[in-house]
């Protein structure tokens, strides 16, 4: 069973860029979103689904980081040209922390409605 759980991790690797891409585009929508919706309060439901989604790209990394630590591998994410063979492995939980860090801040400032006098 660990062999195949190992084999389905090194067969998911390469599509963990992108998943990392979509977290950066989510975090970015949502802090776009929480700051326009101090002038456009009802973008603040756009900002609200983009912070959750980030949080739970961060969740993602985080499980996979703690599933890799049980299985004995070091999951991380060449930020480097592989072609050049130039290799900047950062593991799993940088991202995680960061994206669950920044979900959860933009989702309290996005959340927080404007008193109306």
Same mark, same amino acid.
């Given at each position: ?58 969740? *993602?990394?985080? &499980?996979?980081? /703690?599933? @890799?630590?049980?299985? #004995?591998?070091?999951? $991380? ?17 940088? *991202?995680?922390? &960061?994206?669950? /860090?920044? @979900?959860?801040?933009? #989702?309290?400032?996005? $959340? ?6």
């Amino acid at each position: 069973m660990k062999q195949i759980l190992l084999d389905m991790m090194v067969m998911m690797m390469p599509f963990m860029m992108p998943i990392v891409k979509a977290g950066y585009v989510a975090a970015a929508v949502g802090a776009v979103g929480a700051v326009a919706s101090a002038f456009v309060p009802s973008l603040s439901n756009w900002a609200l689904i983009a912070a959750r989604v980030t949080a739970g790209i961060g969740i *993602f990394f985080l &499980a996979c980081e /703690v599933m @890799g630590f049980l299985l #004995g591998a070091n999951p $991380g994410i060449n930020l480097g040209d592989s072609t050049k063979f130039e290799f900047n492995i950062k593991p799993f939980w940088y *991202f995680g922390a &960061a994206f669950l /860090v920044a @979900g959860i801040v933009i #989702g309290y400032f996005a $959340g927080r409605r404007p008193a109306h006098a």
